[in-house]
């Protein structure tokens, strides 16, 4: 029979749910409060911790952790859910992108934290001891932040531990439609150090990344890709009946390459999410106020278009593009 689970006053007993709040520290306006759903299943299996939110305009993952917490019965689970479907609640309540408005700070690129740092910092060691800690899988659910357009995908941070890594390989095959992204050391492809996935990994935890949607958007396409993808790998550590899908052969991404604009102006985009671009193909033009184009902005090399920034207006340096150099998978 299955134990107890429970994070701080939060407990769900065999074959029962539970939710609450957890508080983290002091602000002017009360303690940060972190919403937490335990689903501890009444069979025996691994517990599986879904975030989402971490960055709070993220809107595609939060409904996709929402509905899928909303749709599981612990009579019917093996193992246990822990689902935290706001990670980061200032962000969310301010409608706030990429950081918080506590502290300035980017909770995925803090991790693990300190317990002597600030309000982010302490979240996020929170989140990894006694959130995230206490399962043996977690995926986190992203998004592009506002004013990116993205390109599906999963990923992992390899750990040289043979038997996790293949567990987290086989979570990022189970879970992308096509693109993964396996990140060695030095890589220049996600997760990173810095984010919740790397630390995860690095104290135990198999731990992915799962990206769809973006630009502040609540696209249906986008919840499936996660409901999709997050079912598939509940399949795969047999929490739930069925077999893993599949949509087709997976790319591996093996490089990111951003290309910027050298000249200001109004842009005209010439490609678009999941295009396939070649080396010198023109993917964007910039023009003057006066109407004249004073840039084409060729593409240095082949990929998969995978992030478009949405501004229309660039400066010199700015960010139009981020293509994949991907390989069979």
């Not at 977690?138 to 998004?143: M, R």
């Not at 004013?147 to 990923?155: D, R, S």
């Not at 929490?239 to 910027?260: F, K, N, Q």
């Amino acid at each position: 029979m299955r134990r107890r689970l429970a994070i701080r006053d939060i407990a769900a007993d065999c074959g029962t749910r539970a939710e609450g709040w957890l508080t983290i520290g002091e602000t002017p306006g009360g303690p940060l409060r972190v919403p937490i759903v335990l689903i501890n299943g009444h069979l025996d299996g691994p517990t599986l911790c879904l975030t989402a939110g971490v960055h709070g305009t993220e809107y595609a993952p939060i409904e996709a952790v929402m509905r899928l917490l909303g749709a599981l019965d612990p009579a019917t689970l093996s193992g246990a859910v822990i689902g935290v479907p706001v990670t980061n609640m200032p962000m969310f309540e301010h409608r706030m992108g990429f950081v918080s408005p506590l502290d300035g700070l980017n909770l995925n690129k803090i991790a693990p934290g300190r317990t002597d740092g600030s309000i982010s910092e302490i979240l996020a060691d929170v989140l990894l001891r006694e959130v995230i800690g206490q399962a043996q899988y977690h995926i986190d659910f992203h998004a592009g932040d506002l004013g990116e357009l993205l390109l599906p995908f999963a990923g992992y941070s390899l750990t040289g531990r043979h038997e996790m890594d293949e567990r987290g390989a086989a979570m990022v095959r189970a879970f992308t439609p096509r693109l993964m992204s396996l990140s060695a050391a030095g890589s220049n492809v996600p997760p990173f150090p810095g984010s919740l996935n790397f630390s995860a990994t690095r104290n135990g935890v198999v731990s992915i990344l799962a990206e769809s949607g973006g630009n502040g958007t609540l696209e249906e396409a986008d919840v499936e890709t996660h409901l999709r993808g997050a079912t598939n790998v509940m399949r795969y550590l047999g929490m739930i009946e069925g077999t893993v899908g599949s949509d087709g052969p997976r790319i591996a991404a093996r490089d990111r390459v951003v290309v910027r604009a050298t000249r200001s102006g109004l842009l005209r985009l010439k490609v678009g999410i999941g295009d396939e671009i070649s080396a010198g193909q023109e993917i964007a033009e910039s023009c003057s106020v006066f109407g004249e184009v004073v840039e084409r902005v060729l593409a240095p090399g082949a990929g998969l278009v995978g992030l478009i920034w949405t501004h229309k207006v660039v400066n010199t340096g700015d960010p139009i593009v981020r293509y994949w150099i991907t390989e069979p998978a």
